[in-house]
């Protein structure tokens, strides 16, 4: 685990990185990883901003970890500048090994190197072990989060 490398993903990660996205409950109900062309357009936007960083951990030549972090200015904590965590996957025999500590670890440090006030994330409501996870991370529950579903515009 020592030899795992977090990086910033490129494009030849994108079929890995929507493996991991896929292969958890709630990802299998919502990812097509058979058609990697709706992710290669959003790979190209993500890439393309300056204030997102999509991340991959890779053990050898193999992604077993992804994370998102976009960093947010807003009005509020005196003009503070956020960043929001996003999309965190650890392949499942990584699990319980220390890397979505890591990656956490990680994520925290590009934050605070980018002049954040706060790291934030949401977690779905019915993911007990990821909360437990956030929780031993120093993470407070301190907010409900809500969601309004939009139509997928591309059909």
């Known amino acids: 685990m020592d030899d795992t490398e977090i990086r910033r993903a490129r494009a030849e990660d994108v079929e890995a990185l929507v493996a991991l996205l896929a292969d958890d409950v709630r990802g299998a109900e919502r990812e097509t990883p058979g058609d990697l062309a709706p992710y290669r357009e959003a790979f190209a936007r993500i890439d393309a901003d300056p204030r997102t960083l999509l991340a991959v951990a890779v053990g050898g030549t193999t992604v077993v970890g992804t994370l998102q972090l976009t960093f947010l200015d807003g009005m509020s904590h005196r003009g503070g500048t956020r960043a929001q965590?996003?999309?965190?996957?650890?392949?499942?025999?990584?699990?319980?090994?220390?890397?979505?500590?890591?990656?956490?670890?990680?994520?925290?440090?590009?934050?605070?190197?980018?002049?954040?006030?706060?790291?934030?994330?949401?977690?779905?409501?019915?993911?007990?072990?990821?909360?437990?996870?956030?929780?031993?991370?120093?993470?407070?529950?301190?907010?409900?989060?809500?969601?309004?579903?939009?139509?997928?515009?591309r059909g």
């Open 85 to 153: 965590v996003e999309a965190v996957r650890v392949a499942a025999a990584e699990r319980g090994r220390g890397l979505g500590s890591r990656m956490l670890a990680w994520a925290v440090e590009q934050a605070r190197s980018h002049g954040c006030r706060m790291v934030q994330l949401t977690s779905d409501a019915a993911r007990a072990d990821a909360h437990r996870f956030y929780t031993r991370l120093g993470f407070v529950a301190s907010h409900t989060g809500f969601k309004l579903a939009l139509e997928d515009p």
